[in-house]
């Protein structure tokens, strides 16, 4: 079983305009409904490849009831939400289906207290020591009341259970997270600089490594990832640009090298394997989803090579 953590859960609004236009009333031609943040897109992108997944974090109020519930129909994902009073937060994307451009409205969601999160805590640390547990991905923003060290904390705990644990998040809690030495870190190239100070991808990456991290594979958009980590350095790169709506490639990408990490897998194929699912998410028409088929086309063409780290 495979652990995800999202502290900042969402019941994801999807409106469908025929154009969007500013001062005029629109005419919804399809709404969707779904649970979303990080780890719980993680988790979707992870059981439709076969996995049994852990969902944890935050749920409260009626959107976080009507998130549970949609969860409930998911297929092998299970239901390890932490009760808050506070009401879930939800984000809504306006999609134009003349452009296919998404305009995204994001709540902040509700502030969660001392006694959430110690009952967070101790629920978090029965799970990572739970026989089943393969791997831990913690993802995604921190919601207001939660401590900007939280995510060195799960590391830690997630290091003394000896779970292989994944941190994918930004500004200060990638910075502390980092430096309580997750097994791999995925940032994007934004996150990466701000971490390191650099925009060059390979010093950054390298300097992510000496911060703390065992693995530091960095996500760069269309130029695909750069690994380094114990066993070697690796660039991973898709067939071509994929023209498409890259919202949530990066949770593909993740779900891609966990599913890698916890079939045992050699790093090159879980590289080619992230690339090929991230990519196959760009090229979907609903956000975060992926069709099988092109997945499977991409992952037989995606290149992978040595990326010799170069001193210092
Ligand atoms: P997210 O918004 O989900 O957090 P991110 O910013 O963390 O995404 P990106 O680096 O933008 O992550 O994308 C993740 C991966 O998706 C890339 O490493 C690459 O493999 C794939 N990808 C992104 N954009 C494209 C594209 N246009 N064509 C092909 N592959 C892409
Ligand atoms: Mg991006
Ligand atoms: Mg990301």
């Known amino acids: 079983m495979i652990l995800t953590v999202t502290l900042n859960t969402a019941l994801d609004l999807t409106y469908r305009v025929p154009a969007l236009t500013p001062h005029t009333s629109h005419r919804v031609t399809e709404v969707t409904e779904r649970p979303g943040g990080k780890g719980v897109n993680v988790a979707r992108v992870l059981a439709a490849l076969g996995h049994a997944v852990t969902v944890t974090g935050f749920a409260g109020g009626d959107t976080g009831r009507a ?3 949609r969860l409930a129909t998911e297929p092998r994902l299970t239901d390890a939400l932490v009760p808050v009073a506070g ?9 134009d289906a003349a452009t296919g451009d998404t305009t995204q409205l994001n709540e902040p969601g509700p502030t969660v207290t001392p006694a959430e999160w110690a009952a967070f ?3 978090y640390e029965q799970l990572a020591r739970h026989e089943g547990t393969t791997a831990i991905a913690l993802c995604g923003s921190l919601p207001p009341g939660v401590p900007v060290g939280a995510y060195a904390l799960l590391i830690r705990a997630a290091r003394a259970a000896r779970v292989p644990v994944l941190l994918d998040t930004s500004g200060e809690p990638l910075r502390r997270g980092v430096a309580a030495r997750p097994d791999i870190v995925k940032p994007n190239a934004d996150e990466l600089a701000e971490l390191t100070g650099s925009h060059e991808p390979e010093r950054a990456t390298r300097d992510a490594r000496r911060r703390g991290a065992h693995a ?4 760069l958009g269309a130029d695909g990832l750069l690994a380094l980590t114990p066993d070697g350095g690796w660039r991973a790169r898709p067939p071509k640009r994929v023209r498409g709506n890259p919202t949530g490639a990066g949770d593909s990408a993740v779900a891609g090298l966990l599913s890698g990490l916890a079939e045992g897998l050699p790093w090159p194929e879980r590289l080619a394997r992230a690339v090929a699912l991230s990519a196959a998410t760009v090229a979907a028409p609903v956000a975060g989803e992926f069709d099988p088929t092109t997945y499977e086309d991409l992952l037989a063409r995606v290149a992978v090579t040595d990326a010799v780290p170069a001193s210092t």
């Open 121 to 123: 805590l101790d629920s």
């Open 87 to 95: 009401a879930t937060r939800r984000t809504l994307a306006v999609v």
């Open 216 to 219: 530091v594979v960095a996500s």
């Open 67 to 69: 998130l549970r519930e």
